[in-house]
């Protein structure tokens, strides 16, 4: 069955560094690809997302390209700050059927600490 | 422009207990979803719904639990005797109609079984 698999964490950086959170996926269909990430005590929120091969999408600096070939979604942004560490997730839809259901598979989570 | 709404933020029930989780989705939102985050663990998919039908459900436990998402007011996630193994944080998500829509998140049920 589909699923994604994403680089365990936690990942510890300092502020400013460069930021890779890796995110490969295995899918039956042509799924849409999401990047999600969840503050403590909070709900998932939507970072970005790409629905087709060679995507990019982009959201307060963060950014991930859809890439076929490798089946990967990497996370990347060039210079964190203390405010971003949060639990990143990795997450795909891949509707089937006609589009019956929609529901996302998520990738066990990276958790970020950026230290001042 | 309120987003998902989650109710109650917290429950506490005893073991054999029913819990009732409830869920408003977006404006405009007529699909719902729940999702169920084990301590230490990713979101894993329960059931999706559509006003007035459950239209996958493939990841809801055969028995205890139960969702409904009827013409008027929230979608409600019922447990039915629970058991400590229920503790866990539970999202409710919303989207519009179409496909390849987004989900928008809730901030969860964090429901602990004593």
């Given amino acids: ?31 849409s690809l999401f990047w999600y990430v969840q503050y403590p005590g909070e709900g998932l929120q939507l970072l970005l997302k790409a629905t087709k091969a060679d995507d990019k999408g982009s959201n307060k600096g963060f950014e991930a390209t859809y890439r076929k070939e490798t089946t990967s979604f990497h996370l990347e942004k060039g210079s ?33 600490a950026v230290q001042p | 422009n309120a987003g998902v709404m989650q109710n109650p933020r917290h429950l506490v029930r005893r073991r054999g207990q029913e819990a009732r989780l409830r869920c408003s989705p977006m404006k405009g939102h007529s699909h719902v979803y729940w999702y169920r985050q084990l301590p230490e663990e990713g979101l894993k998919f329960m059931v999706y719904l559509q006003k007035e039908n459950i239209i996958d459900e493939s990841g809801m436990p055969k028995e205890r639990f139960s969702a409904e998402f009827p013409k008027e007011g929230p979608s409600i996630l019922r447990i ?35």
């Fill in chain 1, 1 to 31: 069955g589909d699923s994604v698999t994403q680089m365990e964490g936690p990942v510890t950086l300092s502020e400013e560094a460069f930021l890779t959170i890796n995110c490969t996926y295995t899918a039956t269909g042509y799924p």
């Fill in chain 2, 80 to 114: 039915q005797q629970v058991v400590r193994g229920d503790s866990a944080a539970y999202f409710c998500a919303s989207s519009p109609p179409g496909g390849r829509q987004p989900q928008h998140f809730g901030d969860g049920t964090r429901l602990s079984i004593l």
């Fill in chain 1, 80 to 112: 964190v700050q203390v405010s971003d560490s949060a639990v990143y997730f990795c997450a795909l839809s891949d509707p089937k059927n006609g589009g019956a259901t929609n529901k996302l598979i998520f990738g066990t989570g990276t958790l970020l």
